[in-house]
């Protein structure tokens, strides 16, 4: 774990795989292998340790929620979903599983009551997460509610601004542009680009 967040990937996976030479039963350390991978961009390593992961813990929320991620990254968008589904139908309280599905949903402007029931349901479980509420901004802006929109972008981007993220950042500009605010919509992609 040390070793993933000083960015000594190839250091981490070689004690993750040591790990597992010797202790097949706990699917967390497949699942830092695999986000390990991840980490490095390399991800059909990580979809083929989450899928014999899976192959023994098939009913874990967790492998389930990083193999969606690993198939948002590779641009399977329909099996992504399967999987958050699945995370969701085994751990209905996994809050960001709610999250990922309902941001999903609304970044292709679809399903967006369902997109708003989802992600209000992750916010009930953490209701301080910039990034849960970025999400749910971004369903108030899919929906044309701007007011709303922006008001709970600005919150997001003040629960997040211990570690600024710039998607919030680019939502709140795209926001003001729809509003005619061209200046303040200015501002924000540049803190984005910044």
Same mark, same amino acid.
């Given at each position: ?17 040591? *790990? ?10 497949? *699942? ?17 340790? $989450?899928?014999? &992961? ?7 929320? /967790?492998?389930?929620? %990083? ?12 099996? *992504? ?5 699945? &995370? ?22 679809? %399903? $967006? /009551?369902? &997109?708003?029931?989802?992600? %209000?349901?992750?916010?009930? $479980?953490?209701? /301080? %997460? ?5 999400? $749910? ?18 919150? +997001? &981007?003040?629960? +997040? ?12 500009? /795209? ?20």
């Amino acid at each position: 774990f040390v070793y993933s967040k000083l960015k000594k990937y190839d250091n981490a996976i070689a004690v993750y795989e040591e *790990m597992l030479s010797f202790e097949k039963e706990k699917p967390e350390i497949y *699942m830092y292998l695999a986000e390990t991978y991840r980490y490095k961009k390399d991800y059909s390593k990580s979809e083929e340790i $989450l899928r014999n &992961a899976l192959s023994r813990f098939i009913n874990n929320d /967790d492998l389930n929620f %990083n193999l969606a991620i690993i198939l948002e990254k590779t641009n399977r968008y329909d099996e *992504m979903v399967q999987y958050l589904k699945k &995370a969701i139908e085994i751990n209905p309280n996994h809050a960001d599983a709610l999250n990922y599905l309902g941001y999903s949903y609304a970044d292709k402007g679809i %399903n $967006l /009551d369902e &997109a708003r029931s989802l992600i %209000n349901r992750a916010l009930e $479980l953490k209701p /301080d %997460n910039g990034y849960i509420l970025d999400s $749910l901004g971004w369903v108030f802006f899919k929906l044309g509610q701007y007011d709303e929109a922006l008001k709970t972008l600005l919150k +997001a &981007a003040e629960t +997040a601004k211990i570690s600024p993220d710039p998607v919030i950042f680019e939502h709140i500009g /795209d926001v003001y542009n729809s509003k005619g605010i061209k200046d303040k919509a200015k501002e924000y992609w540049e803190k984005a680009i910044e």
